[in-house]
């Protein structure tokens, strides 16, 4: 138990035909909520933080210390640099531990994706790490400061992208977005079926927040086996840090770290509980 590939979870989702939890951090209260829950669920999950976050929560000090919490943890987690835009950033990641990366040339042409994608494969077999890619278009970007729409991924284009390059695991644009939906999305489930079957990677899901759990089980039978949520634990522990501070009596630090971790720790469990496609929805 402890610090793994990320490689090595998709292949075993892949083996249970589930999907395995990739739970954005952006302090030390998320970390140790988020390793609470995949704990007392015995269940893996990835660790990862955007490119975009970092001038919020440098590498600096998250990477160390995500590294470090999934090494000491009684699990199996893996850490990956989200929505890296950089090589440089790649590096830095990769050199402090990371067992995973992603290369986000979503928004270039399909060519100059593919070449910096592949610049980024090359980089991370160095290390003996996990690339990720993004072909199409999610729709916002993780941080909600630009929206260039939603470009579904081309089946096709998936195909010869995963076989030029040697991804281990792509992140399709299905009508899914970053951040909160303000109508409940609709997901092109015929176009993430002909994506299944044109590639022979993992496929990825971002813009987890506000999906029911009825589109997240068929996207898992559909390929999905890596789901990005970030946003619903942002607001997880902003809910519950508000919530203690308008309560009555003393209030601290202490107490506030405790309801953080604790905001963290109820949304990351129950999405594992989705994720896992072991118990019913009800």
């Known amino acids: 138990m402890g610090l793994v590939k990320m490689k090595e979870l998709l292949d075993q989702a892949s083996e249970k035909n589930r999907a395995v939890g990739a739970f954005s951090v952006g302090n030390l209260e998320m970390v140790k909520g988020a390793v609470k829950a995949a704990?007392?669920?015995?269940?893996?999950?990835?660790?990862?933080?955007?490119?975009v976050r970092l001038p919020?929560?440098?590498?600096?000090?998250?990477?160390?210390?995500?590294?470090?919490?999934?090494?000491?943890?009684?699990?199996d987690i893996a850490v990956?640099?989200?929505?890296?835009?950089t090589i440089q950033v790649l590096r830095q990641a990769l050199d402090y531990g990371f067992t995973s990366v992603?290369?986000?040339?979503?928004?270039l042409p399909f060519e100059e994706n593919m070449a910096k994608t592949l610049e980024s494969v090359n980089l991370?077999?160095?290390?003996?790490?996990?690339?990720?890619?993004?072909?199409?278009?999610v729709g916002g970007s993780e941080d909600g400061s630009t929206d260039e729409g939603i470009r579904c991924t081309n089946p096709d284009d998936a195909g010869t992208f995963c076989e030029r390059?040697?991804?281990?695991?792509?992140?399709?644009?299905?009508?899914?977005?970053?951040?909160?939906?303000?109508?409940?999305?609709?997901?092109?489930f015929d176009?993430?079926?002909?994506?299944?079957?044109?590639?022979?990677?993992?496929?990825?899901?971002?813009?987890?927040?506000?999906?029911?759990?009825?589109?997240?089980?068929?996207?898992?039978?559909?390929?999905?086996?890596?789901?990005?949520?970030a946003t619903a634990s942002f607001d997880s522990l902003t809910?519950?840090?508000?919530?203690?501070?308008?309560?009555e009596g003393k209030h601290d630090y202490f107490g506030l770290n405790e309801a953080m971790v604790r905001g963290v720790y109820e949304n990351v469990r129950q999405h594992i509980r989705i994720f896992n496609c072991v118990e019913p929805l009800t």
Request: hydrophobic residues 45%; glycine residues 10%; aromatic residues 4%.
């Open 39 to 51: 704990e007392d669920m015995n269940t893996p999950i990835i660790l990862q933080i955007a490119e």
């Open 56 to 75: 919020h929560s440098p590498l600096t000090l998250m990477g160390p210390m995500m590294v470090e919490a999934a090494k000491n943890a009684k699990v």
């Open 80 to 85: 990956h640099l989200d929505h890296g835009k």
């Open 102 to 107: 992603m290369m986000d040339g979503s928004n």
């Open 124 to 137: 991370a077999r160095v290390y003996k790490a996990t690339v990720e890619a993004e072909l199409g278009l």
């Open 165 to 188: 390059t040697g991804v281990d695991a792509l992140a399709v644009a299905i009508g899914n977005a970053h951040g909160n939906y303000p109508v409940a999305p609709r997901l092109a």
């Open 191 to 229: 176009v993430l079926e002909a994506i299944d079957q044109k590639t022979d990677v993992p496929l990825v899901l971002h813009g987890g927040t506000g999906i029911t759990p009825e589109d997240f089980r068929k996207a898992i039978g559909l390929g999905i086996r890596k789901i990005n949520i």
């Open 239 to 247: 809910y519950e840090a508000a919530k203690y501070l308008e309560s």
